[in-house]
């Protein structure tokens, strides 16, 4: 867990020198960010499972997001 966090910060410090230059942001940053966010999430769900703590199954979570989300069908 302290791995991903130890990435959220050198992501957050990179943006921050980046965001300094001039430049902005790329759909690969975003990704990026949207990978260790995902990573950070499914590690607290298993550090709050292995406490004892009640926590939704991934999968059912996974599911209604969906559902509360429709794409739009335009391109």
């Known amino acids: 867990?302290?791995?991903v966090?130890?990435?959220l910060?050198?992501?957050y410090v990179t943006m921050n020198l980046r965001r300094d230059n001039d430049e902005g942001v790329t759909e690969d940053?975003?990704?990026e960010i949207k990978h260790d966010i995902s990573a950070l999430?499914?590690?607290l769900i298993d550090v709050f499972r292995n406490n004892g703590m009640t926590v939704p199954?991934?999968?059912s979570t996974r599911q209604s997001s969906r559902r509360r989300r429709p794409r739009?069908?335009?391109?």
């Open 1 to 3: 867990m302290q791995s």
């Open 29 to 31: 940053d975003v990704a």
């Open 9 to 11: 910060v050198k992501r």
């Open 57 to 59: 199954s991934t999968r």
């Open 72 to 75: 739009s069908n335009t391109c």
């Open 41 to 43: 999430r499914y590690e």
């Open 5 to 7: 966090i130890g990435e």
